[in-house]
């Protein structure tokens, strides 16, 4: 009989952490899972691989791969074409998931059977102050909680937790897998689907621990960096503006610094123009940098007059933007897009 759920666990070198994921989950009040995972050529000297087969050698829900490398989204794809159930549930070696999250996720799926992908908010495993990055990330990622919100807040950074979503299994077969590549597959995953018509939704309660070790991908793998990142988000940022934005293909850009104007220079690869920066540093306001003006904040046109991204990136600079902006009559997504 195949299982309402089927978990897609995609591990490597992860015997520290991963008796802990695997307790989470078979800790489950939903009794109705599975879990693939697939050892993507651990390292380890056999641990990971050991942990995975003795806890398949006590439950037989733990169905264990042992794959050549992969990589990430290799494995992911490769779980997925194992798996058997109706819904895919992820999760990572170093997460804890609450023992009503399958339930929950599936619940909302069953009533809801217009939206592809559920997740759920998730409570930060790292030492606040030391990674506060990290931590602000989560607060804001918990703040999204409609279609809409995600669906815009893709363009700031990826709206949901990789791990803590669960996907209908016909909606990653006809939506398409994760693919590698020189960016983070979960977050082109989510801007590919969005940019295709996929519905997200994110359930209020908390159910996933979110832990940060030092040797997670995102802060060791080239394909993560800020660089990458920028360049994908370009790619299908241009494409939205090209159907949302009226002046199409200008733009005016919040950011005049270095490091703003060379992430949002990654448009213009994409037929995107950028006709002026905005900004509040007065040793910036009147320059003129790479043939575009700067203009102070307050000598915006009205909305109706232009199209704003905004690529400011320091802590609070994005609310007060929008708040800006709002001010002015601007609305999200109509009038401009966070982009930073």
Known sequence: MKPLVSVLLPVRNAADHLPGALDSLLSQSLPDFEIQAVDDASSDQGGTL???????????????????????????????????????????ADD????????????FLDGSPDTDVAGCRVRFGGDPDACAGYARHVEWINGLLTHEEMALGAFRDAPLAQPSVMIRASSFARLGPYRQGAFPEDYELWLRWLENGARFAKLPQTLLTWNDPPGRLSRTDSRYSQDCFHALKARYLARWLAVNNPHHPDVIVVGAGRITRRRAEHLCGHGVRITAYLDIDPRKI???????????????????????????ATPGAAEHVSAFLASRGFRAGRDYVQAG
Request: without cysteine; positive net charge.
């Open 286 to 312: 009147g320059n003129v940098l790479l043939g575009r003006p700067v203009w102070h904040h307050h000598d915006v046109p009205g909305p109706g007059k232009t199209f704003v991204v905004s690529y400011v």
């Open 50 to 92: 050991a942990v995975l087969e003795a806890y398949a050698a006590r439950d037989r829900r733990v169905v264990v791969t042992a794959s050549e490398r992969l990589g990430i989204a290799g494995a992911l794809n490769l779980a997925a074409s194992r798996a058997r159930g109706r819904y895919l549930a992820r999760m990572d």
């Open 96 to 107: 804890i998931a609450s023992p009503e999250r399958l339930s929950l996720q599936a619940a």
